[in-house]
């Protein structure tokens, strides 16, 4: 059978399949278009469920504000390669589109399907990883920040107040959680369980130290609460040093920041990605 170069051209434009592929499947669909595209899409999808078990550790994350709701959501590939392809980044942008027209806070299988269409197209196994959808409150801001590599964001609502300030500072929040990657927000969020794990290696690290080693055990304890506090301090988000003032907390910045714009500030959702954790 004579194919078109034409049509081939029209095929691949329209599917991203090599030309070979397109003049096969033009060939055994019998110059149909519509049917040889169905076969494309068919080898595709098959060729994705061959790559399901394949990993997938790059990606891009997303995040948006629209009207009074925050939405951000994690999609992964296989290659930093398509984490970059324009088709690629559109979808991301697309499934933001359907997570805020449905209300979707969960991963849905629209979104799954939205996904597979490119995933058949380019042959490499994708998925959306996590989304989250918040509510924003009355009388409070919030905001997003994705990193250069788009394999950080983060998202901040603060309340009490929409002063500008609060605006800058709910931003910095972002830039604090990207930067310094902060396990828990507050201590309470702690597991008691991640809390005696903690302190089982502190009190070997101390046996094994000659200078504590030998101290009494009121002094031992002593240390071993100093330590554990200090160690919360580093991996709770608001009891870190903030980032751009060292001299204070992020807890003692947020008051600051409330009395400066005569409110009551608090904290509302705060939520953290990094890709593939």
Do not use: W
């Not at 592929?21 to 494309?40: G, R």
Request: aromatic share 6%; with cysteine.
């Amino acid at each position: 059978m004579d194919i078109k170069a034409s049509d081939v051209k029209a095929l691949r434009e329209k599917t991203g399949a090599g030309m070979m592929e397109c003049k096969k499947a033009l060939t055994e669909a019998n110059s149909d278009m519509a049917e040889a595209e169905k076969i494309l899409k068919e080898k595709g999808l098959a060729a994705v469920a061959k790559r399901a078990e394949r990993a997938t550790a790059e990606g891009r994350i997303f995040a948006r504000i629209q009207d009074n709701k925050v939405a951000m959501i994690e999609v992964t590939c296989e290659t930093d390669f398509v984490a970059k392809n324009e088709d690629f980044i559109a979808l991301g942008e697309k499934l933001l589109d359907l997570t805020f027209a449905k209300g979707y806070r969960k991963v849905e299988k629209e979104h799954e399907d939205m996904l597979l269409e490119l995933a058949a197209k380019i042959r490499e196994n994708m998925s959306v990883r996590r989304l989250t959808l918040l509510d924003i409150p009355s009388g409070a801001v919030a905001k997003t920040y994705i990193h250069s590599d788009h394999k950080t964001g983060a998202v901040t609502i603060i309340k009490g107040s929409t002063a500008p300030e609060v605006e800058t500072f709910a931003y910095d929040c972002c830039l604090h959680l990207a930067a310094f990657t902060p396990s828990y927000i507050t201590q309470k969020d702690v597991p008691e369980s991640y809390i005696e794990e903690q302190k089982e290696i502190f009190k070997v690290q101390m046996d094994n130290d000659e200078k504590t080693a030998s101290k009494p055990q009121n002094v031992k304890d002593g240390i071993l609460q100093g330590k554990i506090k200090k160690h919360l301090a580093e991996i709770c988000f608001v009891d870190q040093m903030f980032v751009k003032d060292d001299k204070k907390t992020v807890c003692e910045k947020l008051a600051e920041i409330g009395k400066s714009v005569g409110a009551t500030l608090s904290f509302g959702d705060i939520v953290l990605y990094i890709l593939g954790k």
